[in-house]
C-alpha cells in the first residue's frame, strides 16, 4: 500500500466503505425506504394544499418529488458519518495513520461511499417516482441533472457528516444530529413554495437556508422545465456546500491526525 | 392487592426520580415541537384551503397533533427505558423483588403519565406563546383527557414490546409502528380533505378518531366525542393484554 498512489488508496477505501454499507441491508433499506415513505405521505397528505390560489403545479405529488432526494442525502450523510466516528472509535483511523496511507484517503474513500449510495437512492427514487406518477417536466435530460444533483447534495452533507465524525470522533454525537439536520430540512420551503409562506419568520428562514436553493433547483425540473435561474442557485449552493464540508472536513482530519 | 400498588407505587417513583435528574427526560417533546413549529410557521396557507373549516385556525389545528405526538412519544421513551432496565439487570432484580409482578406494569405506566404531563405543557406552553387560541373553554380538557388515554396506550404498547425483547435494539419496533400510526392520520388537513390511500388509511386508522374530537375540543365544538373515548378505551384494554403478554414472557426468559 505504501507504494500506492493517492488513487489507489482512496479506491481501497472507497470499496471498504461501499461494502460495509451494502453489508447492512438495514441501513439501505432505511436510506431507501424511510425518504419514500415520507414523501408518499406527505404527498398524499397535502395533496389539498395544490388548491391553493398561485400554486405552481395541480399535482403536489410532482412539487414534493424533491423531498425523498434531499432527505435521502441526509441519510446518507449521518450513515457515513456514524462509520467514519465508529473507525477512530475502534482504532481503525489510528492503526491507519501508522501506514504510509494518506489520512486524505479515508476521506476520500468515505465520500465516495457517499456518492455510490447518493446515486443509488437517486436513481431509486427517480424509478419509483415516475411509477407514483411523478411527471418530469425537463424530459430524461433533466433525470441525469436530478441524479447529478443529488449526488452533489449527498456529497456535501457527506463532508459535513465527516466533519462532525472527525472533530467529535463519536457515533453518537454524529446520530444526535440528524435531528437538526432533520429540522434544517423542514425549515425551508420543501413543503410550500417561499412565496405562499404566510408566516414572514419561516419565510425569511426559508430565504436564507440553503436548502431551499437545492429544493427549488430539482423541483424546477420536475414542474416548470429548464429554469436557469433555479439551476444556477441550486448547483451554485450545492457546489459551495460540498468545498466549505470538504475543506472544513480536510482541515479537522489534519487537526486530528497531528 | 396491597402488593400491587406498593410495587407500581416504588416503580412509578424510581422512575419519576430518573426524570428529574436527567433532562433528558424531555427528549420525546423535542420532535413535536420541531413538527409544530415546520408544520404550524410554514403551512399556514394550508388553512385556506377550500373546505378546511377548522375554526380554531391552522396553528391549533397542527397543536393538537403536535400534543398527541408528545404524549405518545412519551410512552415510546417510556418502553425504551423498560428495556434499558432489563438490559442493566435491573428489571430482572424487580421481577425477583416484586410481589405482584402487575404493579411493575402500572407504575411505568404512571410514570409515563408524569413524563407526559411534563413534554404536553412545554407543547401547550410553546404553542400558547406562538398564538395558538384556545377558543373551546372547558372543552379544553377533553382534549387533555383523550391526551392522557393516548399516552396510556402507547406506554402500554412499547412496554408489551421492550418486556418481550427485552433489549434497547428494540427501540425502532416501538418507535416505528407509533410514529407511522400518527402519521397515517389527518395531519396536515382535515379528514374531508385526504384523498387516495392516505384517506384508506386514515379512516382505518383507530387514531383519526382520537384526533379529530381531540381538535373538535379545542375549537369549542365536540364532535366524535363517544367514538373517540370508545376507541382509546378498546385501544388501552387491547395494550393492556399485550403489557401482560410482554411481562409473562419475561418472566419465562427468567
Redesign the interface.
Known amino acids: 500500500m505504501g507504494g500506492a498512489s493517492l488513487l489507489t488508496q482512496v479506491a481501497a477505501l472507497a470499496r471498504r466503505s461501499t461494502v460495509r454499507t451494502m453489508r447492512q441491508p438495514a441501513v439501505i433499506i432505511s436510506a431507501l425506504l424511510f425518504p419514500m415513505m415520507f414523501f408518499s405521505i406527505n404527498a398524499s397528505g397535502l395533496d389539498a394544499a395544490s388548491k391553493i390560489p398561485g400554486f405552481p403545479t395541480d399535482s403536489y405529488l410532482d412539487f414534493a418529488f424533491a423531498f425523498p432526494l434531499i432527505q435521502a442525502s441526509l441519510f446518507g450523510a449521518v450513515t457515513a458519518g456514524a462509520d467514519l466516528a465508529r473507525d477512530i472509535e475502534s482504532g481503525f483511523f489510528d492503526r491507519l495513520s501508522l501506514t504510509p496511507m494518506r489520512p486524505v484517503a479515508l476521506l476520500g474513500g468515505m465520500l465516495a461511499g457517499v456518492v455510490a449510495l447518493g446515486l443509488l437512492q437517486g436513481v431509486v427514487f427517480l424509478t419509483i417516482g415516475l411509477l407514483m406518477g411523478v411527471n418530469i417536466s425537463s424530459g430524461v435530460g433533466g433525470m441525469f441533472v436530478i441524479v447529478l444533483l443529488t449526488v452533489l447534495v449527498a456529497l456535501g452533507f457527506g463532508g459535513i457528516g465527516a466533519i462532525l465524525a472527525i472533530r467529535t470522533g463519536s457515533v453518537e454525537a454524529v446520530e444526535s444530529a440528524f435531528p437538526l439536520f432533520f429540522v434544517v430540512i423542514f425549515l425551508s420551503s420543501i413543503n410550500l413554495p417561499r412565496n405562499l409562506i404566510e408566516q414572514d419568520w419561516f419565510r425569511f428562514v426559508a430565504t436564507i437556508n440553503p436548502i431551499s436553493y437545492l429544493v427549488e433547483g430539482i423541483r424546477s425540473l420536475v414542474i416548470t422545465g429548464w429554469d436557469p435561474q433555479a439551476l444556477a442557485l441550486g448547483f451554485g449552493f450545492a457546489l459551495a456546500i460540498v468545498v466549505v464540508a470538504i475543506g472544513g472536513a480536510a482541515a479537522s482530519l489534519r487537526t486530528r491526525v497531528v | 392487592m396491597g402488593g400491587f400498588f406498593q410495587v407500581a407505587w416504588a416503580v412509578a417513583g424510581r422512575q419519576v426520580y430518573k426524570y428529574v435528574t436527567n433532562p433528558a427526560f424531555l427528549a420525546p417533546a423535542?420532535?413535536p415541537l420541531?413538527?409544530f413549529?415546520?408544520?404550524a410557521?410554514?403551512?399556514?396557507?394550508?388553512g385556506?384551503?377550500?373546505?378546511?373549516d377548522y375554526a380554531a385556525g391552522y396553528i391549533a389545528f397542527q397543536y393538537v397533533w403536535a400534543l398527541l405526538q408528545a404524549v405518545s412519544m412519551g410512552g415510546a421513551f417510556t418502553g425504551f427505558s423498560i428495556a434499558g432496565d432489563f438490559e442493566n439487570g435491573f428489571a430482572r432484580r424487580l421481577m425477583l423483588a416484586a410481589s405482584n409482578r402487575y404493579g411493575i406494569i402500572l407504575g411505568y405506566t404512571m410514570a409515563s403519565l408524569v413524563r407526559a404531563t411534563m413534554t404536553g405543557t412545554l407543547v401547550t406552553v410553546f404553542a400558547l406563546i406562538t398564538g395558538m387560541p384556545i377558543i373551546g373553554g372547558f372543552d379544553f380538557f377533553g382534549l387533555i383527557s383523550l391526551a392522557v388515554l393516548a399516552n396510556i396506550a402507547a406506554t402500554l404498547f412499547g412496554a408489551g414490546v421492550a418486556m418481550m425483547l427485552r433489549t434497547q435494539q428494540a427501540g425502532p419496533v416501538i418507535r416505528t409502528p407509533i410514529f407511522l400510526v400518527l402519521?397515517?392520520a389527518?395531519?396536515?388537513?382535515p379528514l374531508s380533505?385526504?384523498?387516495?390511500?392516505?384517506?384508506t388509511a386514515a379512516r382505518l386508522n383507530p387514531f383519526t378518531a382520537i384526533l379529530e374530537a381531540a381538535r373538535s375540543f379545542l375549537a369549542g365544538d365536540p364532535t366524535n366525542v363517544v367514538a373517540a373515548f370508545t376507541t382509546s378505551a378498546i385501544l388501552i384494554l387491547v395494550l393492556a393484554l399485550w403489557a401482560v403478554y410482554g411481562l409473562r414472557r419475561a418472566e419465562r426468559a427468567g
Do not use: I, K
Request: glycine fraction near 12%; aromatic fraction near 26%; charge should be negative.
Open positions: 423535542l420532535f420541531f413538527f413549529v415546520a408544520f410557521g410554514g403551512l399556514t396557507r394550508v385556506d384551503v377550500p373546505g378546511f402519521f397515517l389527518p395531519v396536515f388537513v380533505l385526504l384523498t387516495g390511500w392516505l384517506e
